[in-house]
T-cell receptor, first 115, second 113 residues
Framework: DAGVIQSPRHEVTEMGQEVTLRCKLI?????LFWYRQTMMRGLELLIY????????DSGMPEDRFSAKMPNASFSTLKIQPSEPRDSAVYFCASQGDRGLNEKLFFGSGTQLSVL | AQSVTQLDSQVPVFEEAPVELRCNYSSSVSVYLFWYVQYPNQGLQLLLKYLSGSTLVKGINGFEAEFNKSQTSFHLRKPSVHISDTAEYFC???????????FGSGTRLQVQP
């Protein structure tokens, strides 16, 4: 398996533009997590899904952020409109279904820069 | 809600020296504890985890951690570090019955020759 695949690796955009980050889960995994990493705030959980259903979205900063799982193996995180303070590395991670504490497999992240 | 405190933002150490990275947590319920490592430009990888049983947990790459319930700590140790251990290390906690992890702010381990 190729692991968790995120795209793009780097995204540079201008303030006000829409940004879509993509994540492909490991085959057979059924939980998906979106994290944001910044120097100031470290790793923050934005949202997570289990079996395509959003379980906890309390970490989503505001209505400009939305996340979906259109199918069991794919997720998108959309920011519209983007702002400079959204600049960060966004990670997605997937988890199998053998137990609540099975390890997370992280993608390589998307480095987002909003100018 | 749980929280994780990593007391050291950076730890410089010479190669082959021992190292301890500190982690304290707070929670009102039972927790599970994890250490993840992040190499430059990569995602996080699991080093080890404590769920129950023996309080000394051994992980990959020669790392181990000890769960101390009375001190609410889960410090990570390695008796002899290598240059290749240079990375950022994150302590994380999840509450029993929940999938989501809360991460600490990370400790950058810098191994010098």
């Amino acid at each position: 398996d190729a692991g968790v695949i995120q795209s793009p690796r780097h995204e540079v955009t201008e303030m006000g533009q829409e940004v879509t980050l993509r994540c492909k889960l490991i085959s057979g995994h059924n939980s998906l997590f979106w994290y944001r990493q910044t120097m100031m705030r470290g790793l923050e959980l934005l949202i997570y899904f289990n079996n395509n259903v959003p379980i906890d979205d309390s970490g989503m900063p505001e209505d400009r952020f939305s996340a979906k799982m259109p199918n069991a193996s794919f997720s998108t995180l959309k920011i519209q409109p983007s702002e400079p303070r959204d600049s960060a590395v966004y990670f997605c991670a997937s988890q199998g279904d053998r137990g609540l504490n099975e390890k997370l497999f992280f993608g390589s992240g998307t480095q987002l820069s909003v100018l | 809600a749980q929280s994780v405190t990593q007391l050291d933002s950076q730890v410089p150490v010479f190669e082959e020296a021992p190292v301890e990275l500190r982690c304290n947590y707070s929670s009102s319920v039972s927790v599970y504890l994890f250490w993840y490592v992040q190499y430059p430009n990569q995602g996080l990888q699991l080093l080890l985890k404590y769920l129950s049983g023996s309080t000394l947990v051994k992980g990959i790459n020669g790392f181990e951690a000890e769960f101390n319930k009375s001190q609410t700590s889960f410090h990570l140790r390695k008796p002899s570090v290598h240059i290749s251990d240079t990375a950022e290390y994150f302590c994380a906690v999840s509450e029993a019955g929940r999938r989501a992890l809360t991460f600490g702010s990370g400790t950058r381990l810098q191994v010098q020759p």
